[in-house]
């Protein structure tokens, strides 16, 4: 199954992991100190289960992927994610303040 995109909204497979799905930023322009961060909770206002950074940001676009250890901490369920800017470690601002993101059963 992989990815599946509806708007901001996310959608993956239980236990996907190792398949690439870019997303791309329009109306920034990122320098080489800058990174986008992905943060996914239980809720808008839950625990954050996983914060990931991208750094490698080439014409706006960054790759999301997930490991096998990554893609272990979301069982089947539905959270939220967010997506920041950061320049030189510093937060810049956001650019997706919440969104869905969905884990399905495969069976």
Known sequence: MAWTVMGND???????????LPITISGM??????????????????????????SNI??????LEFTA????????GAYVY?????????YLNNIIPSASFKVVDVA
């Open 29 to 54: 322009e990122f320098a080489t100190g800058d990174c986008i961060k992905l943060t996914i909770k239980t809720a808008k206002n839950g625990e954050v289960i996983l914060e990931k950074a991208f």
């Open 69 to 76: 250890e990554e893609t272990a901490l979301f069982p089947v």
């Open 58 to 63: 080439q014409q706006g676009t960054i790759n």
């Open 10 to 20: 996310l959608q993956m497979a239980e236990g996907d992991y190792g398949v690439q």
């Open 82 to 90: 967010r997506l920041d800017a950061y320049q030189d470690g510093n």
